[in-house]
């Protein structure tokens, strides 16, 4: 079967640092992705992960450990505008349909 | 280059009613996928469309149904609806199948059943 889990909810101050994780469960593995979504707009992709480490894109870092079916996504001096919902992504084989967690809400408070 | 468009975007329908949603793609993909996003399920893939043909077919009835033209442009019909078919449904393009991770999101269609 496929499940990804991801906490709900996550509350942060402005500047801070936030890392939110997500783990899965997939028959095969070929990816995983990570999402942000505001409220009322479409998922923007944020980053990629198919081998194991830390991958950087400016304030935003995505590690990757296939052995233990985990991943966290890392905000850094976090702003106002990053309050939103954070989707994790798996694609369990090439070109097959993604699954996605529940997704991570997350508020950033000043 | 013009993002993927949706339309419509905001939908009311009763139960038992039909309704066709249309899902425009980037300029040049030809890869089309549709999703449910419900509160409580959250993301679900419906199925993805290639060069006119089903790639993949997430779990839904059969009330769900697609099609892609020869443009790439992709519709998606919901038969017989029900008031659990109330979701957000969102259109992702990509430039091939092969790439499909490289996804581009539209804004979706608010489609309220009462």
């Known amino acids: 079967g496929q499940n990804i889990d991801q906490p709900t909810e996550m509350t942060a101050t402005e500047g801070a640092i936030v890392q939110i994780n997500c783990t899965y469960q997939t028959s095969g593995f070929n990816g995983l992705f990570w999402y942000q979504q505001h409220a009322g707009e479409a998922p923007t992709f944020l980053s990629y992960?198919?081998?194991?480490g830390l991958e950087e894109k400016g304030r935003f870092s995505s590690f990757l450990s296939r052995s233990k079916g985990y991943s966290y996504l890392l905000l850094k001096e976090l702003q106002m505008k990053d309050s939103a919902s954070y989707l994790c992504a798996v694609s369990p084989r090439n070109g097959q349909n993604f699954v996605f967690g529940p997704g991570t809400r997350l508020s950033v408070l000043p | 280059k013009a993002g993927v468009t949706q339309t419509p975007r905001y939908l009311i329908k009763t139960r038992g009613q039909q309704v066709t949603l249309s899902c425009s793609p980037i300029s040049g993909h030809r890869s089309v996928s549709w999703y449910q996003q419900t509160p409580g399920q959250g993301l679900q893939f419906l199925f993805e469309y290639f060069s006119e043909t089903q790639r993949n077919k997430g779990n839904f009835p059969g009330r769900f149904s697609g099609r892609q033209f020869s443009n790439s442009r992709s519709e998606m019909n919901v038969s017989t609806l029900e008031l659990g078919d109330s979701a957000l449904y969102l259109c992702a393009s990509s430039l091939s199948a092969a790439r499909s991770y490289e996804q581009y999101f539209g804004p979706g269609t608010r489609l309220t059943v009462t």
């Open positions: 992960n198919v081998l194991d």
